[in-house]
């Protein structure tokens, strides 16, 4: 007889390393389209845990968890690019226009410490994000009347320029990338306040629970890939890197705490759906279920105006199930916040994922199959009645 594998337990998370993990991520800048450094950084965590991994052409890292069977694959993916800017203009008062790197506000940004990123590897330059009319003392009640949007705002650069010329003797021209500074902060109380949670706290949480997987010897039933992406912010997420033998592929990202939504900071998040559309039925409920059964503090929440990396997977026509794990963050892609006790939360819950066996597990190994032998419905009764003669709707 095959002896019955284990169940999953829930593990204990090294709150430093998580914490270490993710102040090393916020301090290092990653726009979309300049994140060598920072994959450099992930690739060398995962080195330390042992685990194997590869680089896409694209920078994207794939990296292998192996466990019983090695038939089929789930995936877990994050993403390491942040939202930014990038210069478009050089201005003839010796400032810089920029536009956006991903989807944010100018309203958010203003007041934001930045890097200016030139061809010079060796050179740093910084500055400051401001609105065009910055001072109160000039322009009194035309501060706040002023318009808000990256039209409404330049960088100015804390050099001695006065003039375009002046911009391009420093080496600054159009393209160059500005990376709006992260400067984190961890309260006394666990709260955690930083630019750019999204998604390197998703990161580090799961790092911390392939690290407490890996370290306890836990039984791991299915191989599992760790997906991090570098291009979630400007819609193209996990668009490679998922093969066809991956049926199960859950991302981990920012869930958005503000009224009207059932996130909070110190929970983790299940997302039924987000602006794409609803995640697979039966994951979703298979992974809050599993938070219920081991204490693991979970709410469900659906997101309109957001995407992740899942968007991409399935537009791609990525034949796999998807679910959406959140760390409650209020003031997304603004001045956001989130508290450790959640990524803990996080990082147990993917711990006690990554020991549970497929969704459906015979079926999810194949692919495909006759009706008859369809399993959803031992979750999900169709009519026991069977097919109705006349239209739907109609008695």
Same mark, same amino acid.
């Given at each position: 007889?095959?002896?019955?594998?284990?169940?999953?337990?829930?593990?204990?998370?090294?709150?430093?390393?998580?914490?270490?993990?993710?102040?090393?991520?916020?301090?290092?800048?990653?726009?979309?389209?300049?994140? @060598?450094?920072?994959?450099?950084?992930?690739?060398?965590? /995962?080195?330390?845990?042992?685990?194997?991994?590869?680089?896409?052409?694209?920078?994207?890292?794939?990296?292998?968890?192996?466990?019983?069977?090695?038939?089929?694959?789930?995936?877990?993916?994050?993403?390491? @690019?942040?939202?930014?800017?990038?210069?478009?203009?050089?201005?003839?008062?010796?400032?810089?226009?920029?536009?956006?790197?991903?989807?944010?506000?100018?309203?958010?940004?203003?007041?934001?410490?930045?890097?200016?990123?030139?061809?010079? /590897? @060796?050179?740093?330059?910084?500055?400051?994000?401001?609105?065009?009319?910055?001072?109160?003392?000039?322009?009194?009640?035309?501060?706040?009347?002023?318009?808000?949007?990256?039209?409404?705002?330049?960088?100015?650069?804390?050099?001695?320029?006065?003039?375009?010329?002046?911009?391009?003797?420093?080496?600054?021209?159009?393209?160059?990338?500005?990376?709006?500074?992260?400067?984190?902060?961890?309260?006394?109380?666990?709260?955690?306040?930083?630019?750019?949670? @999204?998604?390197?706290?998703?990161?580090?949480?799961?790092?911390?629970?392939?690290?407490?997987?890996?370290?306890?010897?836990?039984?791991?039933?299915?191989?599992?890939?760790?997906?991090?992406?570098?291009?979630?912010?400007?819609?193209?997420?996990?668009?490679?890197?998922?093969?066809?033998?991956?049926?199960?592929?859950?991302?981990?990202?920012?869930?958005?705490?503000?009224?009207?939504?059932?996130?909070?900071?110190?929970?983790?998040?299940?997302?039924?759906?987000?602006?794409?559309?609803?995640?697979?039925?039966?994951?979703?409920?298979?992974?809050?279920?599993?938070?219920?059964?081991?204490?693991?503090?979970?709410?469900?929440?659906?997101?309109?105006?957001?995407?992740?990396?899942?968007?991409?997977?399935?537009?791609?026509?990525?034949?796999?199930?998807?679910?959406?794990?959140?760390?409650?963050?209020?003031?997304?892609?603004?001045?956001?916040?989130?508290?450790?006790?959640?990524?803990?939360?996080?990082?147990?819950?993917?711990?006690?994922?990554?020991?549970?066996?497929?969704?459906?597990?015979?079926?999810?190994?194949?692919?495909?199959?006759?009706?008859?032998?369809?399993?959803?419905?031992?979750?999900?009764?169709?009519?026991?009645?069977?097919?109705?003669?006349?239209?739907?709707?109609?008695?």
């Amino acid at each position: 007889m095959v002896p019955r594998p284990p169940p999953p337990r829930r593990l204990g998370i090294d709150r430093e390393y998580l914490e270490t993990v993710l102040v090393e991520l916020l301090e290092i800048p990653s726009p979309s389209g300049r994140t @060598d450094h920072v994959m450099q950084y992930v690739g060398e965590r /995962l080195a330390g845990l042992g685990l194997p991994f590869s680089i896409t052409r694209r920078g994207a890292i794939i990296a292998s968890l192996d466990g019983d069977r090695d038939d089929v694959d789930r995936t877990l993916v994050v993403h390491t @690019d942040t939202i930014g800017c990038m210069v478009r203009g050089l201005k003839e008062n010796g400032r810089l226009a920029v536009r956006p790197i991903g989807t944010h506000s100018a309203r958010f940004s203003e007041g934001a410490q930045v890097r200016i990123f030139t061809d010079d /590897l @060796d050179q740093v330059i910084t500055g400051t994000i401001l609105a065009l009319k910055a001072s109160g003392h000039r322009y009194n009640d035309e501060v706040d009347s002023q318009g808000v949007g990256w039209d409404h705002v330049e960088v100015r650069v804390d050099e001695s320029v006065e003039d375009a010329a002046g911009l391009r003797s420093l080496g600054i021209d159009v393209g160059d990338f500005v990376a709006l500074i992260s400067t984190p902060l961890i309260t006394p109380s666990g709260f955690v306040k930083a630019r750019h949670l @999204d998604d390197k706290a998703g990161v580090a949480a799961v790092l911390a629970g392939v690290k407490a997987v890996v370290e306890t010897g836990v039984h791991v039933p299915v191989n599992a890939h760790l997906l991090i992406t570098c291009t979630e912010e400007v819609g193209h997420g996990a668009s490679h890197g998922v093969d066809s033998r991956v049926a199960e592929i859950v991302s981990v990202d920012t869930a958005v705490v503000a009224p009207e939504q059932q996130s909070r900071e110190d929970a983790v998040c299940v997302a039924m759906a987000d602006g794409v559309g609803p995640f697979d039925y039966h994951l979703s409920r298979r992974i809050a279920a599993l938070a219920s059964e081991h204490g693991v503090p979970c709410v469900r929440d659906v997101f309109v105006h957001y995407r992740s990396d899942l968007a991409a997977t399935l537009e791609s026509g990525a034949d796999t199930r998807t679910a959406l794990l959140g760390f409650g963050v209020d003031a997304t892609h603004g001045h956001e916040r989130t508290h450790m006790g959640g990524l803990v939360h996080l990082a147990e819950l993917i711990g006690l994922y990554l020991q549970t066996d497929l969704v459906f597990p015979e079926w999810d190994a194949g692919g495909r199959g006759e009706l008859e032998d369809f399993p959803s419905l031992a979750v999900q009764p169709a009519n026991e009645e069977g097919p109705r003669d006349g239209p739907i709707g109609v008695d």
